[in-house]
């Protein structure tokens, strides 16, 4: 299924949080905007900063990083340059898509204001080419975002790992940099860098609106607000839905008509994440939601094959500078593929168990450590496939 503005599903249930993001409902122009939010207030540095620090807000883009610390982290001698990543290189995951066609005036209004408390030199959105045509549109029906720099991001999964956002600006080549420096000391042309992943400007719109204390009103303290969530795999209608981040799994598949009790497991954060097993879902995602994937593996699925042509993704979409990272994640597909298919299985598994350890933490960017994660929860919720597996059965009857 292509996830697009027009199935996104709103929030329908009246016991749930009404939405915040979406609230200006489908496709929402200029003025459908204003009437739901009202004019933004446009925070000065020191403010905004406060705001953002009592609100609690943490990154949407997967890292999870506090939005204050990254905002008081960006300083130098030169003015910052503000990007938002609405690339979305995650295979499983719609959902900044379907926030730039419903809301793009809330991200612009986030980007702006982040811009001008920094006093930017240069303000970017870099955007999914689905994403391009209706951002343009509203930065067209406003008068303040005639700065705003539109740039189509390149495909691949590591394409919107944040040096590889500026490395693509800057060089053209979409790869992550080896970095000794960070980006909010020295990124795009040199300047620190402030970039945030697209919903993350959105709700740092409504911080700047209401506050702080109003946007920790809901959800998991520890991690406060709603937030979007993209629901694939075996439910009756894949979607995206804005929930409050302490609702639980079990809640968030319910949404999109599924049964998470009765899954063979539910992948959390996408492929950099980590399954769980149906057990485990009466609790919310916490630090596990990354950007918001939930994927349901119905019990007719084989969470072995699923995870093996994950991993073999990954192993392809290796930026390939990091020899950790070019040979373990090709060797942990090898091994991967052959504990899916029953051969050595048992051995299979303790190697693979051996590789994730020699990978994590060991490439200049995350994907190594992504991979790791993944491949220790499926050895961990698939343990009695393993099994069968090494018996020459599959527990499931579809692969
Ligand atoms: S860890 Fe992998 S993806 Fe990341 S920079 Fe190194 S080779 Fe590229």
Known sequence: MTMTADNVQPVSDPAATPPRLLAAGHSADALAHLSAFGPRRGLRRADLERELERSGLTGRGGAAFPAFRKLAATTGRRAPVVIGNGSEGEPWSWKDAVLLANAPHLVLDGLLTASEALGAARTVLYLHAAAVAPVAAAVAERSDAGRVELIEAADGFVAGEASAVVNALQTGRAVPLDRTRRLSESGLDGRPTLLHNVETLAQLALVDRYGGDWFRSVGDPERPGTRLVTVTGDVAA?????????????????????????????????????????????????ESAGAGVVHVLGPQRCGLAVTAAIVQELAAASARQCGPCLFGLSAMADRFAELAAGRLAPQAAAELARLAEAVDGRGSCHHPDGAARLVRSALRVFARDIHAHAEGRCLRSAR
Do not use: Q
Request: proline share 6%; hydrophobic share 45%.
């Open 238 to 286: 894949e979607g995206v839905f804005e929930v409050p981040t302490d609702a639980t799994v079990l809640d968030i598949v319910a949404r999109a008509g599924g049964e998470a009790r009765l899954a063979a497991g539910v992948l959390l954060g996408g492929y950099h994440g980590r399954w769980i097993a149906p057990s485990e879902t009466g609790a919310a995602p916490g």
